[in-house]
């Protein structure tokens, strides 16, 4: 079971919600989004 493969769709879901209660964690939630991403791009492989 590859659970790797459902952190995006439950993240992406995660922080839509928290963006409709909390709009200003917007900011917060894009860039913790890029660096979580750019870590596992080059570290991941």
């Known amino acids: 079971m590859n659970i790797s ?3 995006g769709p439950v ?3 995660v ?3 928290l ?3 909390m709009p200003r964690l917007l ?3 894009v860039a913790i989004y ?3 991403i ?3 791009g080059l570290f991941g492989k």
């Open 11 to 13: 993240a992406a879901l």
């Open 27 to 29: 900011n917060y939630i």
């Open 5 to 7: 493969a459902h952190i």
């Open 34 to 36: 890029l660096i979580v």
């Open 15 to 17: 922080a839509g919600i």
């Open 38 to 40: 750019g870590a596992v």
């Open 19 to 21: 963006i409709l209660v």
